[in-house]
């Protein structure tokens, strides 16, 4: 599959495998991905080598180190979560537009342990290492009150 041919940049449900397979085969492979326009990236999709689910991403994207972190401020599986990326990313901002010093940026994304960006996403870390996206919020990019994203 090329890149391409992926759905989207946010994840399909379940019920859009079947919607999808049932007109056109079983021989196309259904996948999607889910990103952030804050890192102009996707951070989690397919992968020809890993099996397809419905519902779930089968992993993270290359170049991207992440968890899904529970209230207690470190990893879980099995329970919905908030992604964070753990390891610096070539894409990640380093401000934003006029925010010489940093704060907003830190602020928005690296408030309770600096190094560790929340993504705001909620998804769910499967036992295989999925991801199940399960809401995508915006607020990150709309501190000034614009949506961006």
Not at 66 to 85: D, H, S
């Amino acid at each position: 599959m090329a890149p391409d041919d992926v759905s989207a940049r946010s994840h399909l449900p379940a019920s859009a495998d079947e919607w999808i397979r049932t007109p056109v085969g079983e021989h196309v492979e259904v996948q999607s991905a889910s990103g952030g326009t804050g890192v102009a990236t996707a951070l989690v999709g397919g992968a020809p080598i890993l099996p397809v689910r419905p519902g779930e991403l089968s992993g993270p994207s290359l170049g991207v180190t992440l968890e899904a972190w529970g209230p207690a401020g470190g990893p879980v599986r099995g329970q919905t979560a908030e992604l964070v990326i753990i390891l610096p990313m070539p894409s990640m901002p380093l401000h934003f537009w006029n925010d010489a010093g940093g704060s907003r940026h830190n602020d928005s994304y690296f408030p309770a342990c600096p190094g560790l960006r929340r993504h705001y996403d909620r998804v769910t870390m499967t036992q295989r290492g999925t991801v199940i996206v399960n809401s995508r919020p915006d607020s990150p990019l709309n501190r000034p009150g614009v949506r961006i994203g």
